[in-house]
């Protein structure tokens, strides 16, 4: 059974930082591109960053350009991070990790959950003082 789950989520204060990760079982994220989302009650799940197959294919919402990377680990079927640096309250939400097997231009598709195969349970992300 394919299955994502993440992982470092916490509470953190303002302009601090905290590292996320998203580990597969039961297929593998070497194949996929992988998107980090989140979500606050009330909103829509809104994408925050992307990393493709290839090298150099990574893409940020302009909310979080700067302060947050993703990347993915070393080895086969290597977990993705999400970096996230200077933290602001703004930041607080659940945050997912999904998988697409994209076929399509990735750059235009990254945003919408409608590409993603397979979806984490989420991790809560609280930045407050």
């Known amino acids: 059974q394919a299955q994502l789950a993440e992982s470092g989520g916490g509470l953190v204060q303002p302009g601090g930082s905290l590292r996320l990760s998203c580990a597969a079982s039961?297929?593998?994220?070497?194949?996929?591109?992988i998107g980090w989302f989140r979500q606050v009650p009330g909103k829509e799940r809104e994408g925050v960053a992307c990393?493709?197959?290839?090298?150099?294919?990574?893409?940020y919402a302009d909310s979080v350009k700067g302060r947050f990377a993703i990347s993915r680990g070393n080895g086969h079927n290597a977990a993705v991070y999400l970096q996230m640096n200077s933290l602001e309250p703004e930041d607080t939400a659940v945050y997912f990790c999904a998988a697409a097997y994209v076929s399509g231009e990735l750059s235009k598709l990254w945003t919408s959950t409608r590409s993603y195969d397979y979806w984490g349970q989420g991790t809560q992300v609280t930045v407050s003082s």
């Open positions: 039961g297929f593998t994220l070497d194949y996929y591109a």
């Open positions: 990393i493709g197959t290839w090298a150099g294919a990574e893409f």
